[in-house]
């Protein structure tokens, strides 16, 4: 298995720790508004980067943390009205629902910072007494000239940085560079008593403590979005290595950015989505779908038309899943004795090889999910040449395709999974049961005209129908319809 680090800036062989144990940890949202499309996609990849773990058999320790102190949080808090943590912990219950609706598996640890502030203290009192802070009326800095390594993760000198970073400008500093450990209390904001009085912690040290408490001083895949590589990512390394004397992260992984019309998305330029709002116009699966239809470090551009492309791609696949149920739903669900090969079995295992090979190479969804579109195909035809008298070989064919079907999902998460059975479910509502049931009447209808010969009726129906974007299809096990 090969995945891009960023430390390395190549793809690397993936070895874990471990072996048979994989230990990742991924920056989460900042708690003060619902989450959106930019938040949305490292949550969607990297879950799916955890599944594709367990499909292969590995045991996965994931933390995903949550930011709920923070300045934006603090702001926010005060246009409410009401206590930070509590606005907090408000979002962090909203972010759950929008996870749940996008079938992301919850992270076995959600750190918060504000339950884990001793550890945050307790860090910053030993980068003190190493030498590599600093204390200054209050507030504490990295020393960022400390650390030998610092820039190795982004790739730039020191003096590069400095122009243009996001940085704290203060004359209390040693350098401009130098950031933030620990913050003095300022009037009216949540803080907590310290050795040099009280305040609340900086951004960056937030996760090196909570990473650090929960998968050790090294551990194997460190995640978040492109932007986080500088400063956050950068200051961890420096602030966690400079404390253990160890590589921290043994695998850096980023996403790419969400554009609109080849924009960034950014609240400045008012272009950013939430997936709440999203969500009143798309299926969740269908958001899901879309944020795995290209590799994850390239950029992924956003609009309504693209979301309809993904809509309509993620129903071939469900039509296919559902016609399949039904062909195996009438034979025997028992144990097949093997009375031979089928051609269409060999097609199934090159692929699974084939998903199995795009997933092995970094993690390329957008390639594993055309392996899906094939099975999706290929199933269909196999289908379609399924005659009325049913072989062992045929249900043999059958029940390995469902289960190929169960796997890819399994993975990619694209439709919620029956708890019992691991197979893919779809989300039924009144207006899709009358549909199908009106279907259902038609097809009747015309059946019965069929059988009365009276073929202008039958031919008035199925035109109709293809007229308005439906297919009939006539097969030895009656009639199906497509969209």
Known sequence: MLLYNTLSKRKEEFVPKEPGKVSMYVCGPTTYNYIHLGNARPLVFFDTVRRYFRYKGFQVLYVQNFTDIDDKIINRAREEGIDSIALARKY??????????????????????????SDIIGFVVKLIEKGYAYEVDGDVYFDVHSFNEYGKLSGRALEEMKAGARVEVSERKRDPMDFALWKAAKPGEPSWESPWGAGRPGWHIECSAMSLKYLGENFDIHGGGFDLIFPHHENEIAQSEALTGQPFARYWMHNGFITVNQEKMSKSLGNFFLVREILNKFPPEVVRFFLLSTHYRSPLDFDDEKLTSAAKGLERIQNSIKLLFEASARVSTASVVDDGEHSFIKKLEKLRDDFDKAMDDDFNTALAISSVFDLARETNIFLKNLG??????????????????????????????????????FDKDTGNELFESVMQLLIDVRNEARLRKDWATADRIRDGL???????????????WKK
């Open 466 to 480: 293809k007229e308005i974007g439906i297919i009939l299809e006539d097969t030895p096990q009656g009639t199906r």
């Open 92 to 117: 962090i219950e909203e972010y759950y629902r929008d996870a749940e609706a996008l079938n992301v598996i919850k992270a076995d640890i959600h750190p918060t910072v504000s339950e884990h502030m």
């Open 388 to 425: 009325s008298e049913i072989s062992a070989v045929d249900i043999k064919c059958l029940k390995l395709a469902g289960e190929l079907f169960k796997d890819f999902n399994m993975v990619l998460g694209i439709f919620k999974e029956d708890k019992e059975t691991g197979m893919p479910v």
